[in-house]
Each structure stands twice: as C-alpha cells, then as structure tokens.
C-alpha cells in the first residue's frame, strides 16, 4: 500500500522513473536550478546530478552501523527526498 501511494506521488510530481541502483536511490527526470542542487548536495553528501539527461542519484542513507538502510526507512527517505524536489 505505502508503495502505491508513493507511485502516484510520483506520477504527480512528474517522476517517470525512480529507482534503487546499488547504494544510490535514482530519480528522473528532474530538473534542479543551481541553487538547488547546491542546496541538495549539502543535505545529501554524494549526490549526482546529470543535467543532460535529467537524472539525479543521491546515496541511500546508512544505519549505525554503516550499512545502506531498507524497507519503510528507504521509502519514508524517498518521499522526503521528493517532497524537496518539489518545493
């Protein structure tokens, strides 16, 4: 259910492909101003933006432990990382 939701978030927002690739979450197609993408790249260390293809990837975000966090973690993440694109 909580994935649904999500999708349709998405569809929204215009993302038509969002997706986990290794230690990084992938979204696209997004468009950023610089300033924006300076301000995201200080909230999220890592992040990748390729303005040619509209593709922006942001490392996932690590437990305690320093291991990538899963599930619900991963998807409360996201829709954070979302509601910031569209702001």
């Known amino acids: ?3 649904t939701i999500f999708g349709q978030i998405c569809n929204r927002l215009g993302l038509k492909d969002v997706s986990l690739m290794g230690n990084a ?5 997004v468009t950023l101003t610089e300033a924006k ?3 995201l790249s ?3 260390p890592g992040l990748k933006y ?5 593709l ?6 690590k437990d305690s432990e320093g ?3 899963a599930d619900m973690k991963v998807l409360n993440w996201s ?3 979302i509601s910031e694109l569209s702001e």
Request: charged share 20%; proline share 13%.
């Open 42 to 44: 200080l909230k999220y």
């Open 25 to 29: 979450a992938k979204f696209s197609p």
């Open 79 to 81: 829709r954070e990382v």
């Open 1 to 3: 259910f909580p994935v």
């Open 67 to 69: 291991e990538s966090t």
């Open 50 to 54: 390729l303005h040619s293809a509209k």
């Open 56 to 61: 922006l990837s942001i490392p996932l975000p």
């Open 37 to 39: 993408q300076v301000q």
